[in-house]
């Protein structure tokens, strides 16, 4: 009895692999099921556009939990498992996950497949950044929010044009390290781009009358999202975590007449119950914006979090 079921379900998986070959278009996502290539992304944004690429049925995973700073992220000895099983590594690159280089380096995975989802990406360099209230307050900078990056702004994800290139870089890179699922990684991508337009296009039509609009950001997350909208970020007026002084207040407010902005942009997921007493006192409103940081592990939460920032950035403008 339990030779014959063992012929049966051999010759059924004979039968599966005749069909899978013959129609290959149609059961490409039971296949993608059954190839395990194991697909690592480092933080929310690369989870989700890698996810909008490989469909249901890729098998993802996430280094940085949603809701944890990438920034300042310490890897675990779990991650280290992960990469080591790894087969393919998503990264957003330009230097923003610090702790990934030596993380990969550790676990000797030769194996691993590195897509740089910022390939081709011309970066903003930070440094020029001649609005910068950074560079005129140094001394603070080692006890606040902010971070300096070498290689230019990263935060690349937050323009839907660019997040296309992402998208086509991770694409790119999964065809090559899994042929077999070139189809389903062409069809997936081409609607995710597809929806990626549709929001560029909202964007466009939506902050064509705000341009020039100026804004005060908390942390130099959108620089990419300005400069795409011909929005102007004036400054990025760096705040400790926690302990904010009356220095601090004064900064925001300096910088707040300075440029006669119309709002001051906070942070999701970041306590800024002292920004907004400061913007009560000076009479401009406190908006947040949502730097993609944490969230849904969902492909499609990416545009309900960016039409959140739209939104946000309309009435920022008024």
């Not at 190839?35 to 940085?64: H, N, Q, R, S």
Request: hydrophobic share 35%.
């Amino acid at each position: 009895m339990f030779r014959k079921f063992q012929w049966v379900g051999s010759s059924l998986l004979g039968v599966a692999a005749l069909i899978t070959t013959v129609s290959l278009g149609n059961v490409s996502s039971v296949a993608q099921n059954r190839d395990g290539t194991k697909i690592v992304a480092t933080f929310l944004p690369m989870y989700i556009f890698t996810k909008g690429v490989t469909g249901e049925g890729g098998e993802v995973e996430i280094l940085v939990p949603p809701g944890t700073d990438p920034h300042d992220y310490q890897a675990t000895p779990e991650n280290a498992r992960t990469i080591a099983e790894a087969d393919v590594l998503v990264k957003n690159g330009l230097g923003f996950e610090e702790f990934l280089e030596k993380l990969v380096d550790g676990t000797g995975n030769s194996q691993l497949q590195e897509i740089d989802a910022s390939q081709n990406i011309e970066p903003i360099e930070e440094k020029e950044d001649d609005h910068d209230d950074r560079d005129r307050h140094d001394h603070d900078h080692h006890h606040s929010h902010g971070h300096s990056h070498e290689e230019g702004n990263p935060h690349v994800w937050l323009d839907p044009v660019l997040a296309q290139q992402q998208v086509k870089n991770i694409r790119d890179g999964l065809i090559q390290a899994n042929p077999n699922n070139a189809t389903t990684y062409q069809t997936n991508a081409n609607i995710y781009l597809q929806k990626l337009q549709q929001l560029d296009q909202e964007f466009k039509t939506r902050l064509a009358p705000f341009q020039g609009c100026k804004f005060i950001a908390f942390h130099d997350a959108y620089p990419y999202l300005a400069k795409r909208y011909n929005l102007q970020q004036m400054a990025v007026v760096e705040l400790p975590q926690d302990n904010i002084t009356p220095k601090d207040i004064q900064r925001v407010i300096n910088a707040t007449k300075e440029y006669q902005v119309k709002a001051l942009l906070g942070e999701i997921g970041y306590d800024d119950s002292r920004v907004q007493q400061i913007a009560k006192d000076i009479g401009v409103p406190v908006k947040k914006l949502d730097p993609l940081e944490s969230g849904l592990l969902d492909p499609e939460h990416y545009f309900t979090a960016m039409r959140n920032n739209l939104k946000t950035l309309e009435e920022v403008c008024k």
